[in-house]
C-alpha cells in the first residue's frame, strides 16, 4: 500500500495522560499536514511542514499540542495533559509541492487516528 | 478569519444531476477544492478551481466564481454509491487549508 498510513487507528486514553500519533505519508510528497475533525464538522487545520519544516501552525492550537518531521518523512503528533475536549478524529495529509494546479493542492489522507479521552 | 458556508444535507434521487454550492470569506484565496467523505473513511479529493470557470472530471463537475466567492460541486448520473458527505476547502496564501463543514449527500433509489 503506497497511501498515507497513520498509527494507531484507536486511541483511548485518560484525560492527564499524554498521547503519541504517528502519520507516514507518501514517500515522494514533501508536504505533510495534520487535522483534526469532529463529528459532522469538516477537517480542521492544525499544522503543516515541508520537509522536515514546521511552516504553519493554527493560533487555535494550544501549546499541549506539538508535532514533529525530523527527517523530512513520517511525522509525530503530540498532546499533553489530555482533556476531553481533545477526543476527535486525528487526520494527517500529504502532498507534493511543485508542478501547479491539481498537483500542488490535491492533499491523499490518511485513515485516521480516532482519540477518545475520558 | 475564514468562514465556508455550504448547505448541511441535500437529497436525490439515482440518476439525478445534484448541485453543491459553497460560498466563502477568506483573507487570502488560492484556490477552491472539493473533497467527498464516506462515513467512517478518509476524505479524497476530487476536483480543485483557482481560476473562473468550469472543471470537468467525469460525472463530477467544479465551478468556481471569485467576484462572487462561490463555488459549486456537480454531480450528474448520480449512483448510490456517491451517499456521502463532501467538503469544499479553501487555500490561502500560507498554504493552510480551511474546511466547511460538508454537505451530506443522500441518494435515494
Known amino acids: 500500500d503506497t497511501g498515507v498510513s497513520q498509527n494507531p487507528r484507536h486511541k483511548i486514553t485518560k484525560r492527564g495522560q499524554n498521547v503519541t500519533f504517528r502519520c507516514d505519508p507518501i514517500?515522494?510528497?514533501?508536504?505533510l499536514y495534520w487535522y483534526r475533525q469532529t463529528l459532522g464538522q469538516g477537517p480542521e487545520f492544525l499544522t503543516y511542514?515541508?520537509?522536515?519544516?514546521?511552516?504553519?501552525k493554527s493560533r487555535l492550537l494550544s501549546d499541549r499540542f506539538s508535532a514533529e518531521r525530523p527527517k523530512g518523512s513520517f511525522s509525530t503528533l503530540e498532546i499533553q495533559r489530555t482533556e476531553q475536549g481533545d477526543s476527535a478524529m486525528y487526520l494527517c495529509?500529504?502532498?507534493?509541492?511543485?508542478?501547479?494546479?491539481?498537483?500542488?493542492?490535491?492533499?491523499?489522507f490518511g485513515p485516521g487516528t480516532r482519540l477518545t479521552v475520558l | 478569519g475564514q468562514s465556508l458556508e455550504q448547505p448541511s444535507e441535500v437529497t436525490a434521487v439515482e440518476g439525478a444531476i445534484v448541485q453543491i454550492n459553497c460560498t466563502y470569506q477568506?483573507?487570502?484565496?488560492?484556490?477552491l477544492s472539493w473533497y467527498q467523505q464516506h462515513d467512517g473513511g478518509a476524505p479524497t479529493f476530487l476536483s480543485y478551481n483557482a481560476l473562473d470557470g468550469l472543471e470537468e472530471t467525469g460525472r463530477f463537475s467544479s465551478f468556481l466564481s471569485r467576484s462572487d466567492s462561490y463555488g459549486y460541486l456537480l454531480l450528474q448520473e448520480l449512483q448510490m454509491k456517491d451517499s456521502a458527505s463532501y467538503f469544499c476547502a479553501v487555500r490561502d496564501g500560507f498554504n493552510k487549508f480551511y474546511f466547511g463543514s460538508g454537505t451530506k449527500l443522500n441518494v435515494k433509489p
Open positions: 511542514f515541508q520537509n522536515e519544516a514546521q511552516l504553519e
Open positions: 477568506t483573507s487570502g484565496f488560492y484556490g
Open positions: 495529509a500529504s502532498s507534493l509541492r511543485g508542478g501547479s494546479g491539481r498537483t500542488y493542492n490535491e492533499q491523499f
Open positions: 514517500s515522494e510528497h514533501n508536504r
